[in-house]
């Protein structure tokens, strides 16, 4: 598996970025997208709602920043900000992973059983 660098490593690396980002995961401690299902997990990585490609404005506005398990930042970073070479979807709103909550509902808001 190849790793691709990261281009952005150098914001993430500011003491500003790691004091805010422990900040954030404090005062919002679970993933906001399961949250929307229902379902607790920790979360563990600040997201950027908006891909911030470096611009430092954005990097920074903490009304851009969404608390996340590594799950589901994994899956929006890859399905939503173009990971792994895909193209960009614009479609912020919507954030998608694997499974059901609770009820048997599948979480992925593009599952056909959720097109109504
Ligand atoms: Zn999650």
């Given amino acids: 598996m190849t790793t691709i660098p990261n281009p952005y490593i150098h914001l993430y690396n500011t003491s500003r970025w ?6 954030q ?11 929307i299902h229902n379902i607790l997990t920790p979360a563990t990585v600040v997201d ?14 903490e009304t851009n920043w969404r608390s996340m398990c590594k799950t589901c930042h994994d899956t929006k970073t890859a399905r939503i900000d173009g ?7 614009t479609d912020y709103s919507v954030i998608t ?10 979480i992925d808001l593009l599952h056909p059983w959720n097109k109504n």
């Fill in 48 to 61: 950027h709602d908006i891909p911030h490609k470096g611009n430092t404005t954005i990097f920074f506005d």
């Fill in 83 to 89: 990971g792994g070479g895909r193209p960009i979807n």
């Fill in 25 to 35: 995961l404090n005062n919002y401690p679970l993933c906001y997208n399961c949250l």
């Fill in 18 to 23: 790691k004091k805010q980002r422990l900040v």
């Fill in 97 to 106: 992973i694997k499974g059901c909550d609770g009820s048997g509902i599948p």
